[in-house]
């Protein structure tokens, strides 16, 4: 009797598995579909004419020129897109990539410092580190300003450099914002690569400290071979943040050439006539690019960084 039942349960189990299944890859694909409706219609939107965006359905892409051509496909918002956001892109890039290896570089040569190196106040000195990491962008703002064009000279000391080729006099803004990304994103930095460093085994350290090795020595040869996944959650991370960020490139470059990608998006595709939707969404699909590359180049290497 016992063993009819366990049967019975058994059948029973073998019929509602599959139902379930279909019922989560049902839930699945409409979530899917609902996190993909805004980038399909934003991809939609910029390859539509401006000239008939207006009379277009957002969701559905425009096919009529394929069939009777009626010119509503465009690469238009495209390429005016690439020429308007061509200067912001250069200085965002010129902007992020030092800022993202110095922040990088930095916080691993501070975390290794505040790890596996006994000093006198290193526990405050992590303490400032942390701190660091609540304090809110809008409270530096007014000092910042004050800082860079009233208190260090940078624009006077930056005119020499202007001789050189590719040196442009607004360049020194950039500089300005690269030491300042540098500083903000440096207590972050350090934390991630603290928190690595915690999980690395004391007796390599230790073996090469007995052979002779100097700080320096153990940190080229042995922690900075072994920082490699998290420096691609580092400079993911940082490259994000830095080429999004909007605030401090409005304080210190304000606008002018030295604006960055961000900025440019502000105002693309508005007018008095009204707003050009298909390039504006053609450029914030542009400013996007860079960032979503880094992810594809870099997914693997920030995978094992995670679960390191």
């Known amino acids: 009797m016992s063993f009819g039942t366990s049967t019975d349960e058994e059948a029973g189990t073998d019929t509602g598995y599959p139902l379930r299944r279909v019922g989560l890859y049902v ?12 980038i399909e219609t934003g991809v939609v939107t910029a390859f539509t004419d401006p000239a008939t965006y207006s009379g277009q359905f957002p969701y559905l892409p425009p096919l009529e020129p394929l069939v009777s051509g009626t010119g509503e496909f465009s690469v238009q918002p495209w390429t005016n897109a690439f020429d308007l956001l061509g200067q912001g892109l250069v200085n965002s890039l010129i902007l992020v990539v030092p800022a993202t290896i110095l922040s990088g570089l930095l916080g691993s040569m501070a975390a290794y410092g505040l790890t596996t190196i006994s000093w006198r106040g290193q526990i405050a000195i992590y303490i400032l580190f942390v701190a660091g990491i609540f304090i809110p962008y809008q409270a530096v703002l007014v000092p910042l300003t004050q800082f860079w064009y009233n208190v260090v000279p940078l624009r006077t000391a930056f005119q020499p450099l202007t001789v050189l080729p590719f040196v442009q006099e607004y360049h020194w803004k950039l500089v300005a914002l690269i030491v300042t990304h540098t500083a903000y994103g440096l207590p972050i930095c350090t934390l991630l690569f603290r928190a690595h460093y915690k999980k690395l085994s004391d007796e390599m350290v230790e073996a090469a400290r007995l052979d002779g090795a100097s700080i320096y020595r153990i940190y080229r040869r042995i922690i900075l071979p072994l920082s490699i996944p998290m420096f691609a959650v580092v400079f993911i991370y940082q490259f994000t943040q830095i080429w999004n960020d909007l605030l ?31 390039l504006r969404m053609a450029g914030a699909l542009v400013a996007a690019l860079p960032t979503l590359l880094v992810y594809v180049l870099f997914g693997e290497k920030f995978a094992k960084g995670v679960a390191a």
């Open 248 to 278: 401090f490139a409005l304080t210190i470059v304000q606008f002018g050439d030295a604006s960055v990608v961000t900025q440019e998006l502000v105002g693309i595709g508005v007018s008095q006539s009204g707003t050009n939707f298909p």
């Open 27 to 38: 839930f699945l694909a409409a979530m899917a579909v609902f996190y993909l409706i805004p």
